[in-house]
């Protein structure tokens, strides 16, 4: 059974302050039980515990390691869905090891955030990746960008190596040639699919996942998996 994860600033001091000591303190860790601290950004420590309260939790460091992070690195551009599968489109692709996280309102995104909700809800997703990455027992934890339109968008992937999932694609994903080392972008359109004028200013190469039509929520979970079984990500 995997051990459960905290973030720490530093796993190998095998401390945790603040709210994540409240949190093992909720989840009744005791002293003898083994965690994992990890800190997002690959480096991880397994310790186990001496003392456990509110405030702090301390214990030895039995093990430490530092991962690499997957090659290609996969951000995933999402165009914001309803509320109530927002959090699930977020949860499916940390599961699916994504890298980062783009949100996107497209021409036809139909939950539109106004602008001075955008950051709390920014803020909402990057909970949720938080949360994720801990259940998924992530050592890279992706980064929730800000929000950002089509013609920002089409600004930020000039030149990028860049998909987009599209049910009238003729090229399907098997097909693609990814990058190495480079950043490969995943677009997920909205719920009422992307026009050919935002296809055109985007420039992503359009790709077809399978003869299924797939939910925005989880379509792009579906192209993660397909991604790591055909490259070296997995």
């Known amino acids: 059974m995997s051990l459960p994860y905290f973030y720490a600033s530093r796993p190998a001091d095998g401390v945790l302050t603040g709210a994540e000591a409240k949190h093992a303190h909720v989840k009744r860790i005791n002293p003898g039980d083994r965690i994992m601290l990890v800190d997002g950004a690959g480096h991880t420590a397994e310790v186990t515990v001496?003392?456990?309260?509110?405030?702090?939790?301390?214990?030895?460091?039995?093990?430490?390691?530092?991962?690499?992070?997957?090659?290609?690195?996969?951000?995933?551009?999402?165009?914001?869905?309803?509320?109530?599968?927002?959090?699930?489109?977020?949860?499916?692709?940390?599961?699916?090891?994504?890298?980062?996280?783009?949100?996107?309102?497209?021409?036809?995104?139909?939950?539109?955030?106004?602008?001075?909700?955008?950051?709390?809800?920014?803020?909402?997703?990057?909970?949720?990746?938080?949360?994720?990455?801990?259940q998924a027992r992530r050592a890279f934890w992706p980064e929730v960008h800000a929000t950002v339109t089509t013609n920002q968008l089409a600004e930020r992937l000039r030149g990028a190596h860049a998909i987009v999932l599209h049910e009238d694609a003729t090229t399907p994903i098997t097909d693609v040639e990814f990058p190495?080392?480079?950043?490969?972008?995943?677009?997920?359109?909205?719920?009422?699919?992307?026009?050919?004028?935002?296809?055109?200013?985007?420039?992503?190469?359009?790709?077809?996942?399978?003869?299924?039509?797939?939910?925005?929520?989880?379509?792009?979970?579906?192209?993660?998996?397909?991604?790591?079984?055909?490259?070296?990500r997995w």
């Open 50 to 134: 001496r003392e456990c309260t509110r405030e702090r939790v301390s214990g030895d460091v039995v093990a430490s390691h530092t991962e690499k992070p997957p090659q290609p690195q996969v951000v995933l551009v999402q165009a914001v869905p309803k509320s109530e599968r927002a959090e699930l489109a977020v949860d499916l692709a940390v599961q699916g090891g994504i890298d980062g996280i783009i949100p996107w309102i497209s021409h036809r995104t139909i939950a539109r955030w106004s602008a001075d909700k955008q950051d709390k809800q920014v803020q909402k997703w990057r909970n949720q990746a938080v949360a994720s990455a801990k």
């Open 180 to 232: 190495t080392d480079e950043t490969l972008y995943v677009l997920v359109g909205p719920e009422g699919g992307i026009g050919q004028d935002e296809l055109d200013l985007l420039g992503a190469q359009p790709v077809r996942l399978g003869p299924q039509v797939l939910r925005t929520a989880s379509a792009g979970f579906a192209a993660l998996c397909a991604i790591g079984a055909l490259t070296s």
